[in-house]
């Protein structure tokens, strides 16, 4: 009596929708972001490698250890390499969200070295559309606007008035996200908000974060643009238990 063929046996597992992609995954996506917004991020690459590497060889032929410095030229050349193309990929990624609802919201939360930023705006102006963003750290509260300058001002300063009465102790910082005068643009939100001194320590950024849970936002909010970080950054939890 003959047993029927056990089906499927060696079958694939299907794969799950929700697993992120490998590292391999990312950079292949991080490569195809930059090389459709700027033609040149393949010869640009290259040319890092390819200079790195010569330079090395060059040295060596002059020093001595031609075939380790070669190597080391062309290891430091994949690294400057790989610091263009993050570059690369920033720019595109912001020229992608451009004029997007929420896009400085998105660019707030890449910030790390211990920065938490809520998942969604904590204000926002029904009829004009402009939005607050808020982001807590050991510089204390960071407070993001979006929107025309004029308009947004008068948002922003009645969430640092609020935010002010709660939080009587602790500093509330304010910018302007935007392309007037006077407001940062997205390549200048992280680099202003990492600028801030530090005047909180962990267990008070804590303290900081609860108490702001329990204040609470307005209504529905719109979602924050996703896909801005081309590595995928997400708010750096291990970054605030000093890790």
Same mark, same amino acid.
């Given at each position: 009596?003959?047993?029927?063929? &056990?089906?499927?046996? %060696? $079958?694939?597992?299907?794969?799950?929708?929700?697993?992120?992609?490998? &590292?391999?995954?990312?950079?292949?996506?991080?490569?195809?972001?930059?090389?459709?917004?700027?033609? *040149?991020?393949?010869?640009?690459?290259? *040319?890092?490698?390819?200079?790195?590497?010569?330079?090395?060889?060059?040295?060596?032929?002059?020093?001595?250890?031609?075939?380790?410095?070669?190597?080391?030229? %062309?290891?430091?050349?994949?690294?400057?390499?790989?610091?263009?193309?993050?570059?690369? *990929?920033?720019?595109?990624? %912001?020229?992608?969200?451009?004029?997007?609802?929420?896009?400085?919201?998105?660019?707030?939360?890449?910030? &790390?070295?211990?920065?938490?930023?809520?998942?969604?705006?904590?204000?926002?102006?029904?009829?004009?559309?402009?939005?607050? %963003? $808020?982001?807590?750290? &050991?510089?204390?509260?960071?407070?993001?606007?979006?929107?025309?300058?004029? $308009?947004?001002?008068?948002?922003?300063?009645?969430?640092?008035?609020?935010?002010?009465?709660?939080?009587?102790?602790?500093?509330?910082?304010?910018?302007?996200?935007?392309?007037?005068?006077?407001?940062?643009?997205?390549?200048?939100?992280?680099?202003?908000?990492?600028?801030?001194?530090?005047?909180?320590?962990?267990?008070?950024?804590?303290?900081?974060?609860?108490?702001?849970?329990?204040?609470?936002?307005?209504?529905?909010?719109?979602?924050?643009?996703?896909?801005?970080?081309?590595?995928? *950054?997400?708010?750096?939890?291990?970054?605030?238990?000093? $890790?």
């Amino acid at each position: 009596m003959s047993e029927e063929p &056990r089906k499927g046996l %060696f $079958r694939r597992k299907p794969k799950d929708p929700n697993k992120k992609p490998g &590292r391999l995954a990312q950079m292949k996506q991080v490569y195809e972001l930059s090389a459709k917004h700027n033609k *040149a991020t393949p010869w640009l690459l290259a *040319a890092a490698v390819l200079g790195c590497t010569i330079l090395g060889l060059l040295a060596g032929l002059l020093f001595g250890g031609a075939v380790f410095t070669t190597i080391l030229g %062309f290891m430091v050349g994949l690294l400057l390499g790989m610091f263009m193309l993050g570059r690369f *990929a920033e720019t595109a990624a %912001f020229a992608q969200m451009d004029g997007q609802p929420g896009a400085f919201g998105a660019v707030l939360n890449t910030a &790390r070295r211990g920065y938490l930023m809520d998942d969604q705006p904590i204000a926002v102006d029904p009829k004009s559309r402009d939005l607050v %963003f $808020r982001s807590t750290g &050991r510089s204390g509260v960071v407070l993001l606007s979006e929107g025309p300058k004029g $308009r947004s001002a008068k948002l922003l300063a009645k969430e640092k008035k609020r935010h002010e009465r709660i939080l009587p102790n602790v500093p509330v910082h304010t910018f302007q996200g935007g392309k007037e005068d006077g407001q940062l643009t997205m390549k200048q939100v992280v680099p202003s908000v990492q600028k801030l001194p530090r005047k909180l320590n962990k267990a008070e950024v804590l303290a900081v974060r609860n108490r702001l849970a329990a204040l609470g936002t307005q209504s529905t909010r719109p979602p924050i643009p996703k896909g801005i970080d081309p590595n995928k *950054a997400r708010p750096n939890h291990k970054a605030m238990r000093g $890790r």
